[in-house]
């Protein structure tokens, strides 16, 4: 008989133990033969790992396959979801950004999340059963339980975090802007009027005395900003405006108005208080009379038309400094905190001052310096500039792990500090403009003297000045 024809002798523990290293096969995951220390230990680091990798393969291989399927399936999803997000980012942003700004797209995402986390949480428990502690060599057990549990809490926590984050998106977005489909942009723009409401403890009512409108094109994501003053006057409206009954000539020509000063800002305070019947659709609108007649007047004095308009509560803007964490300012004068002018025109009554130099500023100093209007040689038009530089200061010092950590707080503080007409389905196409116009040059243009005399305006030239600013992205945008 040749040496091929004489029985193979049957494996003894210890080749057994050295052919089950690999544990490639399912029958050794599942039945594992013999139960030596060294096989349960490798088995048990194999399904622990696996549960990390491929959530619901554990059980699979050694386990319920129906839980196991059922695991496997709800991780393909999971994987096949993200892998349409990602493949969105690059070729279709809109779409996913519409998506997480949609208020029913964010409850789908949260649903996910907390579902695929408690999931996760039954899968891992099930493992940490079929590992066999027991069978598991002793200095390994408490190894094992230990990277199965901060492995649970890491994917778990990602998840109910994002879960979470979720949540507080869709309730600050639900607050902040009207539940409506998207609007298509205005001859290739997107033009939205920014109210700076000055309301405070010391200040009867809300007052806008902050004005300005940012024009954004729909195609490249350009950005012009036009700012105005306050104390504009002879403000034509726009062709339709309700106002133009009373004030054909323009508000305040020859100081004509309903209230003491006729200005621009003073518009709001008159509707508001006077003629509110003048819009009896604002608040349907999510508006209010008064921000509607500043639409009209804002619309005629630059000659173009406003989509949407932004009321933001510079009382409330203090709140989401401090959630931010403060912001960083260079002054360049000496900004009085508190403090009014006595009958001889003096400053009296300061309690402090912010002097010339780089401060980090807490919300209510922040609003101090972002408000005050005594102080300066410039007047009001320095607290314009003030007023601008506290804004970019925020937007150029958001901190992406800032905003994550304190993420409640600066959606809590900003539904209380913002107002608006922007349809929740144009939030969307908005979020895209603002990644596109991310490190391109705003062309800015504040309509305050020396280029323009505000008690005598000149509306053509403030007119040409908006066509040709605007002019280059809509040729663009029409060629």
């Avoid at 496997?72 to 096949?80: A, F, M, S």
């Avoid at 700076?196 to 004005?211: C, H, I």
Wanted: hydrophobic letters at 40%.
């Amino acid at each position: 008989m040749t040496r091929a024809s004489y029985p193979t002798a049957p494996p003894t523990g210890r080749s057994r133990d050295a052919q089950g290293r690999g544990l490639g096969a399912s029958s050794t995951l599942r039945t594992p033969n013999p139960v030596t220390e060294g096989v349960m230990t490798r088995r048990a680091w194999f399904l622990v790992v696996l549960n990390v990798l491929v959530p619901g393969s554990a059980q699979t291989l050694a386990g319920s396959r129906r839980l196991g399927r059922f695991g496997l399936g709800c991780t393909l999803l999971l994987w096949v979801l993200a892998a349409a997000a990602i493949v969105l980012a690059f070729t279709n942003r809109g779409v996913l950004l519409a998506l997480v700004t949609n208020p029913i797209g964010l409850w789908l995402i949260q649903g996910v999340l907390v579902g695929y986390a408690l999931l996760w949480i039954v899968l891992t428990f099930d493992t940490l059963r079929l590992v066999r502690f027991v069978r598991v060599r002793g200095v390994l057990r408490p190894v094992l339980a230990a990277v199965s549990v901060i492995a649970l809490i890491a994917l778990t926590g990602t998840a109910a975090y994002g879960a979470f984050l979720a949540g507080v998106t869709r309730d600050a977005i639900s607050d902040v802007f009207r539940s409506s489909p998207p609007e298509p942009p205005i001859d290739g723009r997107y033009n939205v009027m920014l109210l700076g409401g000055d309301a405070g403890p010391d200040r009867e009512g809300l007052r806008p005395d902050s004005v300005s409108v940012i024009s954004i094109d729909d195609a490249t994501g350009s950005v012009s900003m036009f700012g105005l003053p306050r104390d504009l006057t002879d403000i034509p409206f726009s062709e339709g405006s309700p106002m133009l009954a009373d004030y054909p000539d323009g508000y305040g020509h020859n100081d004509t108005c309903d209230v003491d000063v006729c200005q621009l800002n003073s518009i709001y305070t008159e509707v508001e208080l006077k003629s509110p019947q003048l819009y009896p659709d604002a608040a349907k609108e999510g508006s209010e009379p008064g921000i509607e007649a500043m639409r009209d007047a804002v619309e005629g004095a630059l000659g173009i038309t406003l989509q949407y308009y932004v009321l933001i509560d510079m009382q409330g803007f203090s709140d989401l400094i401090d959630a931010l964490g403060g912001i960083d300012i260079t002054a360049t004068e000496r900004v009085p905190i508190g403090g009014h002018l006595d009958d001889a025109g003096d400053l009296v009554g300061v309690g402090a001052w912010i002097e010339p130099g780089k401060h980090h500023l807490d919300g209510n100093h922040a609003l101090w310096y972002a408000r005050s209007r005594y102080g300066s040689e410039h007047g009001d038009y320095s607290r314009m500039a003030r007023q601008r530089e506290v804004q970019e200061a925020m937007i150029n010092q958001l901190d992406p792990a800032t905003v994550l950590t304190r993420f409640q707080q600066v959606a809590l503080a900003g539904a209380q500090v913002v107002k608006t007409d922007i349809p929740q389905g144009t939030l969307g196409r908005f979020a895209d403009l603002a990644l596109k116009a991310k490190g391109q040059k705003v062309d800015d243009i504040e309509f305050v003297p020396d280029l323009i005399d505000p008690a005598a305006p000149d509306y053509d030239f403030i007119h040409s000045e908006v066509a040709k600013s605007i002019a280059p992205a809509e040729d663009t945008a029409g060629g």
